[in-house]
């Protein structure tokens, strides 16, 4: 007669009148690096979805699960390399994160070296230098006007609480007119340990057929994160 329990490392079973054993499956014992490397991916987690949801209004689709999987992997990244960048937290590449399947990003497409800046505790500004829409903006064909939507969110890099955001959206003729330079105040708290994102996304007004219609060429509807900084 077979027998049911374990014994050692071997495990005896029945399925009906039938008798089988297996070895027993192994336990691992975390290593104080690995439960560290576990808490920061699950802080990873958390801070990308409060960083989506604070920038949702720039993100063509929100629930693409390959975006938000590159986007925890970019800010799991980041929070692992801060303990050896200890004089410099700049979030480096999730500031040039890409939500959309364009062929080229929002600042490959605008060559303006716009800029996000924290001057003083809560107060920030988006800085946009003087620039010509024809010549620092790659457009389709048939191009008319340009709509650059901005959101700049901001959440505390240990908790993922959201403190708030803002959005503006900047229509651009496009045409040869020089523009002038251009700072947008926000006033939003900007406690210690805050990491400040801005997102922007461009969307094309086109002349097609003697008609003004939206540019519906997904590769000239670039989203993404323009810039990042950490309080």
């Not at 399925?15 to 336990?27: E, L, N, V, Y």
């Not at 590449?93 to 809560?122: C, I, M, Q, Y």
């Not at 620039?131 to 709509?147: R, Y």
Request: hydrophobic share 40%; with cysteine; aromatic share 8%.
């Amino acid at each position: 007669m077979g027998m049911v329990g374990r014994v050692g490392n071997i495990i005896h079973y029945r399925i009906g009148d039938k008798f089988f054993a297996r070895s027993a499956p192994r336990t691992f014992k975390q290593t104080k690096a690995t439960k560290r490397r576990a808490g920061e991916f699950g802080r990873a987690s958390g801070l990308a979805s409060n960083v989506r949801s604070l920038l949702v209004s720039v993100i063509p689709e929100p629930a693409d699960k390959k975006m938000q999987g590159r986007l925890v992997a970019t800010i799991f990244q980041w929070l692992s390399g801060l303990s050896a960048r200890a004089n410099d937290s700049t979030p480096g590449e999730l500031g040039r994160f890409d939500f959309a399947d364009a062929k080229k990003t929002v600042r490959e497409r605008w060559h303006v070296a716009f800029k996000l800046k924290n001057p003083s505790p809560g107060l920030l500004q988006i800085e946009i230098p003087a620039f010509v829409p024809k010549e620092s903006i790659t457009a389709p064909a048939g191009t008319v006007s340009v709509l650059c939507s901005i959101v700049v969110g901001i959440c505390d890099k240990e908790t993922g609480r959201r403190h708030g955001n803002f959005s503006t959206q900047l229509i651009y003729e496009y045409n040869d007119t020089s523009l002038e330079k251009q700072i947008i105040p926000i006033n939003l708290p900007t406690p210690k340990s805050s990491l400040i994102v801005m997102g922007a996304s461009l969307e094309y007004s086109i002349t097609k057929e003697g008609r003004s219609q939206h540019n519906r060429n997904k590769a000239f509807m670039p989203a993404g994160i323009v810039d990042a900084i950490l309080i």
